[in-house]
């Protein structure tokens, strides 16, 4: 069980204000924002090959009509984000707060993986826009040589600089297991495997106004509430902030969307998610606190594995798991709303489990 902080150094006050903070900022830059990206005709490009390189008929079929929907809001976010926690510093360091989000221990590595896993979807978004690339976009291999780079820095960081190299075991005593299991080394690979696979995990799921948004907002709250149990509220505050950016993306996002995240918000706010459930030693609930996360990617793979194998044959009507449903006639606001309401329950058997495991 975790214990309640006694005496946190940021009240859960500060953490609503910084939060709110958050969410003003990116509402009040979001009308120059897309006036930016209209203005350089930074728009969507439709795809039209499916994840398995068959026609993408159904993602067209519902889709059409999103195409030059500006993209890259996913800058919006993380910008705003890093606006809030420099502001934080320059009041601490005027003496206004007495405590900033900006501290080594908590909020470095995620804020570092949010910014450059950022950049880098902001070169993939970019190039695909403009058509450039063999693909239309960055290429797979420097793609992944990038985020296996940036990934292997901060699992560096995690087990040479603030030695964590155990993870816990939820419900460890009832399962007959003890509670840590000592990684050793392989830490370093594991941690590179999640965050990596959560940034794509993220990226596939964000295909319908709102939906990642939305199930973002759900595992950042459900993370700022075990870390800050946990009594690490400097990142409980940070996550925060992170949901109040995001309240503020989705407030534009929900259909129709005004503009879309893009790749430079689903990997940079994937990894970054990823990174928290290290942060608070809890990565064994990741996988319910982004439960829908892991059905939607579960689903793109289970599709191109049965592709291969079973000559041609499709598990689904189209892959992600969000596209199946649409064939299905549910409509996108009622596909999104109820992985909504998956993602939330799912989320909240996480927070307990991690609370009482």
Known sequence: MIDLPI?????????????????LIALILT???????????LGKKLRVEAVDGGSASVFLTYHQ???????????????SILITVLVSRGL?????????????????????????????GAIDDYLNIRGLGKNKGLNALPKLVALLLMSSLAA????????????????SSLLGLPH??????????????????????VNVTDGLDGLAG?????????????????????????????????????????PPALFFMGDTGSLALGGTLAVMAFMVNQVLILPLIGFVFVIEMLSVIIQLTSKR??????????APFHHHLEALNWGESKVTMRLWIVGAFMAFLGVLIGMYG
């Not at 030059?68 to 919006?76: A, I, K, N």
């Not at 601490?92 to 950049?119: D, E, K």
């Open 309 to 318: 194998l079973r000559n041609g044959k499709k598990v689904f009507k189209s």
């Open 31 to 41: 009308k120059p924002f897309v006036q930016f990206l209209h203005h350089f005709k």
């Open 214 to 254: 939305g199930l973002l907002i759900i595992a950042f709250s459900a993370f700022a509430l075990v870390a800050y149990l946990s009594g690490l509220d400097v990142l409980a505050a940070f996550c925060g902030v992170v949901v109040g950016a995001l309240a503020a993306f989705l407030w534009h996002n929900i």
């Open 180 to 201: 840590t299991l000592d990684l050793g080394l392989l830490y370093v690979p594991f941690f590179i495997f999640v965050v990596i696979g959560t940034a794509n995990a």
């Open 7 to 23: 005496r946190p150094s940021i009240s859960l006050l500060e953490i609503l204000v910084y939060s709110f903070a958050a969410f």
């Open 92 to 120: 601490s360091l005027q003496g206004v707060v007495q405590h900033s989000l900006l501290q080594r221990g908590q909020v470095y590595i995620p804020l570092a993986v949010l910014i450059g896993f950022g950049l880098l």
């Open 65 to 79: 009509t999103k195409a030059g929907t500006p993209t890259m809001g996913g800058l919006l976010v993380w910008g």
């Open 156 to 171: 560096s960081w995690f087990y040479f600089r603030l030695n964590y190299q155990t993870i816990d075991i939820p419900f």
